[in-house]
């Protein structure tokens, strides 16, 4: 089965920051990856599929890229509604599974 | 408005069995493969299962495979996830999720908030 690595793991920055985040795939999944944001207590929510394309509703300021084995999910800059935990996703069996995610990076206020 | 509400989740023993179920509103539910993720106590998500939009397919993690079934009944608009042999690794919280549906690219837009499962003596 595909894995996915995360790294950081934890992230500490400051509003207006610019945040980088990358998911590593232990093969290629050519662009067959989403990311996702989750707040505490609160469900995980859509942010980017396909790797680069941003979810309808989704702020400008986050932008995804990245093809085969590495991504990043980049935050242009940080707004007080952002700390929380990103995680990727991979769908390279898609319609199938499995559908793993990647442990996640946890955004934090410096 | 997508809705997405799940329930069925109590304390329950090792070696007990569960049906989660999952109300779904505001898309149309059968043209949607639809998705099972559980998340254990302070740790990170876990996709569980899929089932295609007609039933027809279905998929499961490596560490539920034999011990659980989804189903869905598009009838009623609903998805389940009947849970036996469960073990105190199974505790969480269990989210139902739609797919996108996008071409050749998944990924999953809507999420419910979840139910939680609790698996102890």
């Known amino acids: 089965d595909i894995q996915l690595t995360q790294s950081p793991s934890f992230l500490s920055a400051s509003v207006g920051d610019r945040v980088t985040i990358t998911c590593r795939a232990s093969q290629g999944i050519s662009s067959y990856l989403a990311w996702y944001q989750q707040k505490p207590g609160k469900a995980p929510k859509l942010l980017i599929y396909?790797?680069?394309t941003l979810q309808s509703g989704v702020p400008s300021r986050f932008s995804g890229s990245g093809s085969g084995t590495e991504f990043t999910l980049t935050i242009s800059s940080l707004q007080p509604e952002d700390f929380a935990t990103y995680y990727c996703?991979?769908?390279?069996?898609?319609?199938?599974?499995?559908?793993?995610f990647g442990p996640g990076t946890k955004v934090d206020i410096k | 408005e997508v809705q997405l509400v799940e329930s069925g989740g109590v304390v329950v023993q090792p070696g007990g069995s569960l049906r989660l179920s999952c109300a779904a509103s505001g898309f149309m539910f059968d043209d949607y493969t639809m998705h099972w993720v559980r998340q254990a106590p302070g740790k990170g998500l876990e996709w569980v299962s899929l089932i295609s939009w007609d039933g027809g397919s279905t998929y499961y993690a490596d560490s539920v495979k034999g011990r659980f079934t989804i189903s869905r009944d598009n009838s009623k608009n609903s998805l389940y996830l009947q849970m036996n042999s469960l073990r105190t690794e199974d505790t969480a919280l269990y989210y139902c999720a739609k797919d996108l549906d996008y071409g050749d690219y998944g990924a999953f837009d809507y999420w419910g908030q979840g139910t939680l499962v609790t698996v102890s003596s």
């Open positions: 996703q991979q769908l390279n069996s898609y319609p199938r599974g499995p559908n793993t």
């Open positions: 396909a790797a680069s």
